[in-house]
């Protein structure tokens, strides 16, 4: 069964707290969350932070930098033992981007922006959930400067973390190139070689 909860990013902080609703999935060992936002930005800088789900590096965060970069970090278990995904595709001042995020408990996370750019990594994640907070993140200094809304659906259950496709074929495609230049290369070195002459027996 799926749960949806969405709030309102309006360029303030929105601090609900320990909101049972999504702080009860959050922190169980199993299971998955996907969190879906809508952003745009009124200006960039380091180290705007759309939400947070505790104080400083104990929960998840997402945070965007002065070149638009977002990046979600969630912690391991303590805040000094921290996972991170950033996506490659960046947010732009003034214009509407899509950010999708998925924790999944027993494998790690992913992060893509606008359908692009998706981008993952594999680990146990045990985030607190303590401080819902929306529009500002880690502390009351890293606020979001901009509007948009934010999604939390619970109720997912996935065994196995989600590799993108692409990444799949992108290392295929690196494995295949790398067993051909091997045959290439082999082949012209035994090219070069000089054949094998009989020594004439005294």
Request: glycine share 12%; hydrophobic share 35%.
């Amino acid at each position: 069964m799926e749960d949806q909860f969405s709030y309102e990013i309006d360029g303030k902080s929105n601090d609900l707290g320990e909101e049972s609703r999504i702080c009860n999935i959050l922190e169980k060992k199993h299971g998955e969350v996907r969190i879906s936002i809508l952003v745009t930005p009124n200006a960039l800088r380091n180290w705007q932070n759309i939400f947070q789900t505790s104080d400083v590096n104990a929960g998840i965060r997402l945070e965007i930098d002065e070149n638009g970069l977002s990046g979600v970090i969630v912690s391991e278990g303590t805040p000094d033992q921290l996972l991170g995904a950033s996506s490659p595709s960046l947010l732009t001042i003034g214009k509407q981007s899509s950010i999708s995020i998925i924790i999944a408990h027993d494998s790690g996370i992913t992060i893509s922006v606008n359908g692009e750019g998706v981008s993952g990594v594999t680990g146990v994640v045990k985030p607190k959930c303590d401080r819902l907070r929306i529009g500002v993140g880690f502390d009351d200094t890293r606020g979001f400067d901009g509007t948009g809304s934010i999604m939390f659906e619970t109720g997912f259950n996935r065994k196995r973390f989600p590799i993108p496709q692409s990444a799949k074929t992108f290392g295929q495609i690196l494995v295949i190139l790398g067993s051909i230049m091997w045959v290439v290369g082999d082949t012209f070195t035994r090219a070069k070689e000089p054949a094998a002459r009989d020594e004439p027996s005294s």
